[in-house]
């Protein structure tokens, strides 16, 4: 009986030193990115754990107003850790589902300016923004156009509205109307020229061949990143832009 018992406790001691090497191995030799212990960096590209950290910035529905406050700050610093201006914002609340909390506006730094300037968003999204603008949109633009992105022209972020517009008070309300949702309607570059969704998205607009190609490059990235990507794959809601949030739940529109 000692005889087997010490056998169990060397075998448990055993188990223990591998699953300490192995995570040692991992922790020296895995991706940053993919490592979910490992700090959320805005500079790293898109891994298997940068979707679970961006997430632990949002805030629990039930959250109190000191950690409201709490959970902003230390998502401001993850933004200006990474060179991005940014400030809080009012919250919200209509006193109905319109409720906005945490809400921050992203003015300068490091990162691609959207227009219109001075958006209200919940401090995740604005983290998700800053994020696919460095590891998607960027790097896809020189792919597709040898040049940079000037600015992300956006048709929005907080509107008091249920999906769709619905006016049917068993309707789900938006993520726009929690300011947690981003609609791009497309892209200037640098030298003045535009990519958008309405025209370019058949591959057939100004931006000729490589339009199509890019703005599916920019849903692909998203999809990686945001909760909910809707495109013009999914209704005719979405033919004129690209619907990104942080939801609680996922979906990537992509064709059938």
Known sequence: MKRDLADFWNLMWEAGLAVCALFALLNAF??????????????????????????????????????????????????????????RAADRDDGGFCVVRGAVSITGGAVTPLSPGGLVMQCPLAVRYVIWDRQVLQPAAQASFGQDVARVDSMGTYSCRRIYGQTDASARPSEHAKAN???????????????????????QGPAGGEGAPFLARLRDGACRLFSTVLTPDYNAAHADHLHLDGASYSLCARPR
């Open 30 to 87: 895995a991706p940053h990115q993919d490592l979910p212990w490992k700090p959320l960096d805005l500079d790293r590209p898109i891994g298997q754990a940068t979707q679970g950290k961006v997430a632990d910035l949002d805030l629990p529905p039930t959250a109190a107003p000191e950690q409201i406050t709490a959970q902003t700050e230390a998502c401001m610093q993850v933004l200006r850790d990474a060179g991005v201006t940014v400030e």
């Open 181 to 203: 949702a981003l609609d791009v309607a497309g892209v200037t570059l640098a030298d003045g020229s535009k990519v958008t969704v309405l025209d370019d998205w058949s591959g």
